[in-house]
């Protein structure tokens, strides 16, 4: 069994800034990528950030230069330092890690989502 719990979300007016936490815990062999994806109300879910365990990062055009993401390996979590913050980018933020239970067997998990709003 393997949890990915995520804290930090929350209220923030326009310009602010917010940090999210997400913890992986349970049967965990390794873990190659971790990050951050968001869905806005009425729109898909998409990438904000991510990072391979090799310390290579991707980033959402949108929030490039605002949003700083990092990740302790040896802690199996990951941190999205959030400054700058737009009413755009009010959305559900998830947690996603691609890890491996066992050697042999790669999968896909998610956090249960942490809301984050932003107030013009």
């Known amino acids: 069994q393997v949890q990915l719990v995520e804290s930090g979300g929350g209220l923030v007016q326009a310009g602010g800034s917010l940090r999210l936490s997400c913890a992986a815990s349970?049967?965990?062999?390794?873990?190659?990528?971790m990050g951050w994806y968001r869905q806005a109300a009425g729109k898909e879910r998409e990438l904000v950030a991510d990072?391979?365990?090799?310390?290579?990062?991707n980033y959402a055009d949108s929030v490039k230069g605002r949003f700083t993401i990092s990740r302790d390996n040896a802690k199996n979590t990951v941190a999205l330092q959030m400054n700058n913050l737009k009413p755009e980018d009010t959305a559900v933020y998830y947690c996603y890690a691609n890890l491996r239970r066992v050697w042999y067997v790669q999968g896909d998990y998610w956090g249960q989502g942490t809301q984050v709003t932003v107030s013009s």
């Open positions: 349970g049967n965990i062999f390794s873990i190659n990528v």
């Open positions: 990072m391979t365990s090799g310390g290579s990062t």
